[in-house]
């Protein structure tokens, strides 16, 4: 007789292509953006890309944009719920070796019909995230271009965020205000300005 012992490795073989700590921090800026409301499943969900040999990942609520981009060699294009992203961001920065890719199959007994995902692989576990169906909009034909902007600001963030919710005081809860509540950010005389409007007056 011939005895041998056989130790399996919980370790996944993968070879990365993105740092995990800054795809969980990248996914991190857009997931917030994402619509939370049933009318536009489209704006649920995380857009995933690869162009121009960057990683772009972009989230709207149709109000508010994010678009964060990572150098990252690939092709594909993926659109998946922002909610399953999220439960994804701790996992993420707990790996320390991530590989993301678009995987396209065939769906069914039809070769014809390609089924569309999200791939995350780390040396633990394999995320596949399906895409959702619908078309995310065309963002870039609203996003301003680098010529138009007439104003650049540096301020402290911490400031601003104290700034804001100064403001915000002037709202006040209840189920007639809408869900936006809308800040008007100014840049003159060496200054920032940020100002809130209701019918009850307003906030510098």
Request: aromatic content about 8%.
């Amino acid at each position: 007789f011939t005895f041998c012992q056989i130790r399996v490795s919980p370790c996944n073989a993968i070879t990365p292509n993105v740092g995990s700590a800054e795809l969980a921090e990248a996914l991190l800026m857009v997931v917030p953006f994402a619509a939370t409301g049933d009318d536009r499943p489209a704006l649920q969900c995380i857009k995933v890309c690869h162009e121009d040999g960057k990683l772009t990942l972009v989230a709207s609520n149709g109000y508010t944009l994010s678009e964060v981009k990572l150098p990252l060699d690939g092709e594909g294009e993926a659109l998946v719920d922002a909610s399953d992203v999220k439960t994804l961001i701790p996992a993420l920065r707990k790996a320390k070796r991530v590989k993301l890719y678009i995987e396209e199959k065939p769906n069914g007994d039809s070769g014809d019909l390609l089924s569309k995902s999200l791939t995350i692989d780390t040396e633990v576990v394999k995320y596949r995230l399906d895409t959702k169906e619908g078309t995310f909009p065309d963002y870039k034909k609203v996003m301003p271009q680098e010529a138009e902007f007439t104003a650049f600001a540096s301020f402290d963030t911490k400031e601003a965020i104290k700034a804001i919710k100064s403001v915000l005081t002037l709202w006040y809860d209840d189920n007639t205000k809408p869900l936006y509540r809308p800040i008007i950010i100014g840049v003159e005389d060496g200054k920032v300005e940020f100002q809130a409007k209701e019918g009850r007056g307003k906030a510098d």
